[in-house]
């Protein structure tokens, strides 16, 4: 839970920094760079021959769900949202995590379902009402999308990783981190017109790219991916919520804008009860019967 909670943070400066200093690069380009840089960290412990096909098709097809698919849209719905509407609708993924759990083990946990919803009850407070653009329908979408990707991403992950132990974490992220790369790129390419010519980055555009594809993406997923099989769906569910309040934390303290700070301290508590209402394991019998 705390390396959830570490790259959360981490993850809080990235809607500001993509917003204010990337708005005017094409989207799939930017995304291609953030995830070839992600992939450039982990390319060397690729090993085909050290891997089943199959194995490496399947973790480099979640790749390109979990982060390929989600960066395509989400960048794009940069063009037509500010930087707070993708913040406030993002709020859902918690509850696309508990369904996805839930179809794939035919059963749902009303404790996690409710941590989700407190999840989303948590974030949906900190983040003021957004008036709405007239494109705000298809930067909604986008960001629908973009979190139903990345909550099967994870799903797919955590129910895959118990069958690779003898796989180092690493290794299956550079195919992870392949599969995502593989997507942007065939995207980015035919939409530059096959040249990257076009894409033309000043010298501080680089640094932010290079922040965003090294430590927020390369290091950020690839711990947020180790994390996530060490929680419950419902903590999952309500640790993607986390970034939200941090992120008003973040522009608060950092980029100095305006902020309601009793949303945040609200959303901060219902986002810490979420966490605990799922995380909560209620004794058995047996132990209340030891107890007495």
Known sequence: MVLLLLVSLLWAFSPGLIKHFLGDLPSPAVATVRLGLTFLIFAPLL????????????????????FGMMYLLYLQAFQFLQGHEVYL???????YVVLLDAALTKQIGVRHMLAAVL?????????QRSAGT????????????ANLCFAAGQ?????????????????LFAWLALGGFITTALVAIPSLGFSFARFSPTPLQ?????????????????????????????TLAALNNAKIPLGVLVSLL?????AHLERLLTGLALLIVAVLLAEWKPRS??????DR
């Open 47 to 66: 090993n085909p021959r050290g891997i089943a096909r199959s194995t490496a098709a399947w973790l480099a097809g979640i790749g390109a769900i979990q």
């Open 119 to 127: 999840s989303v009850a948590g974030a949906g407070v900190v983040i």
């Open 254 to 258: 950092v980029f100095h804008e305006p």
């Open 206 to 234: 680089w640094l932010v790219l290079a922040f965003l594809g090294l430590i927020a993406s390369g290091a950020g997923f690839f711990v947020w991916n180790r994390g996530l099989t060490q929680v419950n769906a419902g």
């Open 285 to 290: 019998a047996a132990t209340k019967k030891a």
């Open 155 to 171: 799903i797919a992950y955590k129910k895959t990783r118990p069958a690779l132990a003898h796989i180092t974490d690493q290794v």
């Open 134 to 145: 007239a494109n705000v329908m298809i930067g909604f979408l986008l960001v629908q999308g």
């Open 89 to 95: 609708f993002t709020i859902f993924t918690p509850i």
